[in-house]
């Protein structure tokens, strides 16, 4: 059964007591489904809980693990919007839990779903890390120095202007979330797409005076349809990403280069 066909088995709130005192009656359609568990089917389940103030999904969903379903499963470590552990597909737009308040939405039934693209532990859970690691080995992200220049302990650190290194860090702000990755039409019909994740972090390592590698260096990287020319721009990862990054200036920007380097 596909996941269009479970979405539409939604089951509707009633609008009963949504203007009551102590908050709306929520209905949260979450898919459960865990591949670990020997004949489990993927099937939409209904929870209903009392919206209080200041609510978010991830406290949502946390009430509903406490109070009605203990195996659910989803990811969470800092609340603060930060390690990206609680990305998922909310009413069919990837974003973080912990970010999304359930009085942003009008209408009080919300469905989730876990982000595509990655392998699925189990419910709202998928395996981002596998992808992240294999991601950062074959981009190489870490600085490219010669040994002499490498930092010791009695070395002088490196001098940057402030200004690149504000430039820096403002791509260096990837959460590694996998909401890009989700949101990327290119990366879900191709397995081998680096995505916009990894092209951020290509530029980043670029942009960094400390690491050694030219644009051909770069090009033998990502100069084909596995990295910056495999992009449609359709930029669905700039309209998604919870730290605003500039997808789209740097993925036209490395584009331009890497075209130079051909």
């Known amino acids: 059964m596909s996941i269009s066909s479970l979405v539409s088995q939604q089951i509707p709130v009633s609008n009963v007591d949504d203007a009551d005192q102590h908050g709306r009656c929520l209905t949260i359609n979450v898919l459960r489904f865990n591949p670990q568990l020997s004949g489990d089917q993927p099937r939409m389940h209904s929870y209903q809980l009392r919206e209080t103030q ?13 109070t009605q379903e203990p195996s659910l499963l989803f990811d969470f470590v800092c609340r603060a919007g930060i390690c990206g552990s609680c990305a998922m597909v909310i009413n069919g737009r990837p974003g973080l839990a912990c970010r999304t308040l359930t009085a942003s939405f009008d209408h009080p039934v919300i469905t989730l779903l876990p982000l595509p693209g990655f392998e699925l532990i189990g419910d709202l859970s998928v395996n981002t890390g596998k992808f992240m690691r294999a991601l ?16 010791g302990i009695d070395q002088i650190e490196a001098k940057m202007e402030p200004e690149l290194a504000e430039q820096i860090y403002e791509l260096d702000r990837c959460i590694e979330c996998g909401c890009c990755v989700s949101a990327c039409g290119t990366k879900l019909m191709r397995e081998d797409f680096i995505g916009a994740v990894g092209l951020i972090k290509v530029a980043r390592f670029r942009l960094d005076s400390r690491d050694q590698r030219r644009d051909a260096d770069w090009y033998d990287i990502i100069g084909d349809d596995q990295g910056i020319f495999g992009c449609m721009s359709l930029l669905g990862c700039e309209d998604v990403c919870p730290k605003e990054l500039p997808h789209q200036t740097q993925i036209a920007f490395m584009r331009r280069k890497m075209i130079a380097a051909s």
Request: aromatic fraction near 6%.
């Open 54 to 66: 200041g609510m978010t999904l991830f406290i949502a969903l946390n009430e509903i693990r406490e």
């Open 136 to 151: 950062s080995a074959q981009v190489e992200s870490w600085i490219h120095a010669e040994p002499a220049s490498q930092p």
